[in-house]
């Protein structure tokens, strides 16, 4: 049987949003027509040459890593890469990438580390935040004029909060200004201290309908000058973003669970490789899959007692080191995002179930193939 690639794109675009890809990063569809049909899914880390040479015709390779990742100017044959798309696309098989979009959503390729190690995932380690996009306005108007104003800022596209429209907030209170002279206060006189019962109301509204709620205010307010605060909401923590902290039952020793890691996942020529105290009882643990040196300064105030990741470099690792008692563990880049690999092909598995064939590569695609260590 075949399954149409857009409905493959569906599912993966829903389980791995691109929209939480880093702006660097290059996800989705490399080669391939949506409109056509494939015969099976392999799922691996890095789309090689002997990678691609496993992946049937008409079929398609889920790859973690871009390709095409750089400043691309050709895909010609004569290329490395492009003589790998032209294979491709000559047995007409598809290329589609899930990348940091895949780090971030949950779950995603930290949670597979996690769950390879036998980690319970109890929060996000870096969670990723929504860009701030609402403003809150707080407006003070007499309690005769407040229904007015509420209604005009409602107009203007104020005062939505998921499903709900008109939500507002307000309580009374006393108002008090000084009218000098030039001044036409609608209420009072020019030198006199006035003190008005006014109500304060809150709503939300779209950064982006600034001017337009602003203007609505002014029209409807009866003041020369309205008063009036806008303050840009704060973004809020999501449940998705980069690595994740979780709990280990019982709890290992560092030395034992330098072990486990080691068991847990493929073996590669770089190993494992770990700074800490032998017997440092290990019970909450961050992972992040890949290059995860960039957030040692998050693991440094999450609380755990280890830190397991890939390509920790000399100089960030040693400041860790001095500066506080969390061990880390070092793996090997592409065994750390390995696991990764079955849960993607599982997710095809339970959406599509026989009609699509999906297999996980078992070629080892890490560079370093070459080990020499002392006996």
């Not at 973004?235 to 994740?244: K, T």
Request: proline residues 6%.
């Amino acid at each position: 049987m075949s399954v149409r690639l857009s409905d493959v794109i569906d599912v993966l675009d829903e389980a791995y949003p691109p929209a939480l890809a880093q702006d660097w990063d290059s996800v989705g569809l490399v080669c391939g027509d949506p409109d056509d049909d494939v015969d099976s899914v392999t799922v691996a880390v890095d789309a090689t040459a002997a990678v691609v040479d496993e992946v049937p015709e008409r079929g398609l390779l889920l790859a973690h890593h871009p390709l095409l990742l750089r400043g691309v100017d050709t895909v010609g044959a004569h290329t490395a890469k492009g003589a790998l798309l032209h294979r491709m696309i000559g047995n007409g098989r598809a290329l589609f990438t899930a990348h940091t979009n895949a780090d971030s959503a949950r779950p995603g390729v930290s949670d597979a580390l996690a769950e390879a190690l036998g980690l319970t995932v109890e929060e996000v380690l870096a969670p990723a935040v929504s860009a701030p996009d609402k403003d809150k306005w707080v407006v003070y108007v007499p309690a005769e004029n407040a229904e007015t104003v509420r209604e005009a800022m409602f107009a203007a596209g104020a005062g939505h909060i998921g499903d709900y429209s008109h939500c507002s907030w307000s309580v009374s209170g006393t108002g008090q200004f000084l009218a000098h002279e030039g001044a036409n206060p609608t209420i009072g006189e020019v030198g006199t201290v006035e003190r008005v019962t006014e109500d304060r109301i809150e709503i939300i509204a779209p950064a982006r309908l600034r001017a337009r709620v602003l203007a609505a205010l002014r029209k409807a307010h009866p003041y020369e000058e309205p008063a009036f605060d806008i303050f840009a909401l704060a973004p809020v923590p999501e449940d998705v973003g980069l690595g994740r902290i979780g709990s280990l039952s019982p709890p290992l020793p560092l030395a034992g669970f330098v072990e486990r890691v080691r068991d847990a996942l493929p073996r590669t020529s770089w190993g494992i490789r770990a700074s800490g105290e032998d017997d440092t009882l290990v019970s909450r643990v961050a992972v992040c899959g890949g290059a995860g040196d960039s957030l040692l300064d998050v693991v440094a105030a999450a609380g755990v007692d280890a830190y397991v990741t890939a390509d920790l470099r000399h100089h960030p690792a040693d400041e860790h080191r001095r500066r506080c008692d969390v061990a880390l563990i070092d793996v090997a880049h592409w065994a750390s995002e390995y696991p990764w690999c079955t849960q993607a092909a599982e997710l095809l598995r339970g959406h599509f179930g026989d009609s699509l064939p999906v297999r996980v590569s078992a070629i080892r695609t890490d560079p370093w193939n070459i080990e020499r260590n002392e006996p």
